[in-house]
């Protein structure tokens, strides 16, 4: 491609005003890896002219209206794996430091919790006004120079609180009830013993005496290969909820300040959804669904062989495999919408 566009989710992860409890390399690297991974988009792939994103598209063998898609997804793929691997630097001294902010940004781009729905803008605007358990919620709207907290540049007349299309765009997007706030994991909340409402998931179906559409505190989480509360943002396959192993795809994330849906990309593209939204979704969108599910289970592989250690396992080939082997029930399920 000729161009990049950064989409406003995108602009919004590098405002670290919005994160909550996330840890600080996680805040800072995770705009570092979206603009690697959209400049990727030109620099790694498709590593032709750039007439070739068309051209390429069009030699998919895969109906029309669905071609860009497969062809993006593809390129998601290949240019992750570039950006995270530090494969295009040159320069030898900030090689290492730029291979890992990639990593941490593309784990955190990935798996921090989201809480941008219309009923959580709505909720986390009231909250301000309110308190959460009895505490102010910290204000964390941008503040002009001279001005006060939630106030804008270039505002309209007589109302400092309403913006103009002259007022930077970012500013529109920070604070509660503007932009998405950002949550760590809940493997991360369960393992950091943080309070209740930072480990509570709903269910997405019933399982045993767990009932779809209740919340749940998280007790303890385990990994693919059977490591429980890790610290590390990584695919978790388990939580242990009311002294039961549940599939974690088959919760979702609760925002911990305002109690609503607050999920991942991870679970976004996992989560348990029934058989004939899945069947809908698919004759609506297209198959290239299933290459984005593919693609998150694919990426790990990857890390796990070459990057990050999935346990005590070494860094290999066989451990991707292994990795694969561990997650493809659960990758089954997803595809059918089980």
């Excluded at 603009?35 to 994103?53: M, N, R």
């Excluded at 910290?138 to 007022?167: C, F, I």
């Excluded at 706030?181 to 709903?202: H, L, T």
Aim: charged fraction near 25%; charge should be neutral; hydrophobic fraction near 35%.
């Amino acid at each position: 491609m000729a161009q990049i566009e950064v989409g406003k989710d995108q602009m919004m992860l590098c405002l670290t005003n919005n994160y909550h409890k996330v840890p600080e390399k996680y805040t800072t690297s995770a705009p570092f890896f979206v603009l690697g991974h959209e400049f990727g988009h030109i620099v790694a792939h498709p590593g032709k002219d750039t007439k070739y994103w068309t051209t390429g598209a069009k030699e998919l063998p895969v109906e029309g209206f669905q071609q860009f898609k497969w062809m993006n997804a593809i390129s998601d793929i290949l240019v992750n794996w570039t950006v995270i691997s530090a494969t295009t630097v040159v320069d030898n001294d900030v090689k290492e430091s730029m291979r890992q902010q990639m990593v941490d940004g593309w784990k955190a781009s990935s798996l921090i919790r989201r809480c941008n729905t219309d009923e959580g803008y709505n909720a986390h605007r009231q909250l301000l006004k309110d308190s959460v358990n009895g505490v102010p919620l910290k204000d964390n709207r941008y503040q002009p120079k001279g001005g006060l907290s939630g106030q804008y540049d270039n505002a309209e007349a007589g109302n400092k609180y309403k913006p103009t299309a002259d007022t930077p765009f970012y500013q529109k997007n920070m604070g509660h009830g503007r932009g998405e706030q950002y949550y760590p994991p809940i493997s991360y909340a369960v393992a950091e013993k943080m309070p209740e409402d930072w480990r509570k998931v709903k269910m997405l179906k019933d399982v045993g005496s767990l009932k779809a559409g209740r919340k749940y505190k998280v007790e303890k989480t385990r990994t693919f290969d059977g490591r429980e509360n890790t610290t590390e943002f990584e695919p978790i396959k388990e939580y242990l909820i009311d002294g039961t192993w549940v599939s974690a795809r088959y919760t979702e994330g609760v925002c911990p300040q305002c109690g609503n849906l607050c999920e991942s990309l991870w679970g976004r593209w996992w989560n348990y959804i029934p058989p004939h939204k899945r069947e809908a979704q698919i004759a609506s969108e297209g198959t290239w669904v299933y290459l984005l599910i593919q693609m998150y289970a694919y990426q790990w592989a990857m890390v796990y062989s070459t990057i990050l250690p999935m346990g005590t396992l070494p860094q290999n080939r066989e451990t991707g495999e292994r990795f694969l082997d561990l997650i493809s029930s659960d990758m089954d399920k997803v595809m059918r919408g089980n």
